[in-house]
């Protein structure tokens, strides 16, 4: 028998492009945009699981839904990103300020800064701890939650969501591939050696800078100058351009060096 665990994420919505969805449950069944879990807990004691196992035809959530919940994640995303910018100067570790917040507390539940360090921790990853030993663990994470081959596989975003979606879909992607980055990222040499050129003249400067959905090289964010290191190889010039102009129109001047760094780097850049 399932668990709960495994239920809810299993209650996959059922989203169609409907002006309203009603309750399968309901005697007299009223218009939602969603069937929302608490109503179905609270009126029926079921779950959208149980809906997509009794009702598969029936809508769980309307297609303007899914795109008001989008759009809205988008924004609250947007606003993560300025305030913690604002306030602590970047976001996640990205920030100083935030990091040696999280490590405090970090150190205060586990007793190290990082709880992989702390034994405990680590033992639940790691050995015979380490959840995806279990073989059928392992086929579950590989296989859909049907157990069949994904139908999706091999399809475009377009073809999956139609071409208004896919375009929202791309551009959530960039952003949240753009924070990932800002994060976790991978620094080349090259970055590595241009940053140390840039530190000399502006002491303020920080790579892996998240804006606007962009992650920039390194940045001196209160002069607003952006420095970027590109390998010709990994970087098309057409969306290179289109992102330096982008970030033009909020005040952000870009440098550019493409598959060289300069002997020694300009004592004052100014923003035009």
């Known amino acids: 028998m399932l668990n709960k665990v495994t239920n809810r994420r299993q209650a996959i919505h059922n989203i169609q492009d409907v002006s309203f969805v009603s309750c399968p449950y309901c005697e007299h069944s009223k218009e939602y945009q969603m069937l929302h879990w608490k109503h179905l807990k609270d009126s029926h004691n079921k779950t959208i699981y149980d809906v997509r196992n009794e009702f598969p035809d029936i809508p769980t959530m309307t297609l303007q839904e899914s795109r008001r919940r989008s759009k809205a994640r988008i924004k609250c995303d947007n606003k993560i990103t300025r305030t913690c910018e604002k306030k602590y100067g970047g976001i996640g570790y990205a920030s100083k300020v935030l990091e040696k917040k999280v490590r405090k507390s970090m150190t205060k539940i586990y007793g190290v800064g990082n709880p992989m360090q702390n034994k405990k921790v680590s033992s639940k990853f790691n050995g015979d701890g380490n959840p995806m030993r279990n073989p059928e663990t392992a086929k579950k994470v590989s296989n859909t939650l049907t157990g069949r081959p994904s139908p ?30 800002s994060l976790t990222p991978f620094i080349s040499e090259p970055q590595k050696q241009l940053f140390e050129m840039v530190k000399e003249v502006y002491p303020t400067a920080v790579m892996e800078y998240p804006i ?43 440098v550019r060096f493409v598959d060289h ?12």
Not at 152 to 180: M, Q
């Open 152 to 181: 999706l596989k091999g399809k475009t975003y377009e073809e999956i969501l139609g071409p208004e979606r896919a375009t929202e879909r791309l551009e959530e992607l960039r952003i949240s591939g753009a924070l990932g980055q």
């Open 261 to 272: 760094l300069p002997t020694k780097l300009l004592t004052t850049i100014q923003n035009d």
């Open 212 to 254: 606007f959905g962009y992650c920039i090289d390194i940045a001196v964010p209160e002069l607003k100058l952006a420095f970027e290191y590109d390998g010709s190889y990994w970087h098309d010039a057409e969306k290179d351009k289109m992102r330096d102009e982008i970030l033009e129109q909020l005040g952000w001047k870009t």
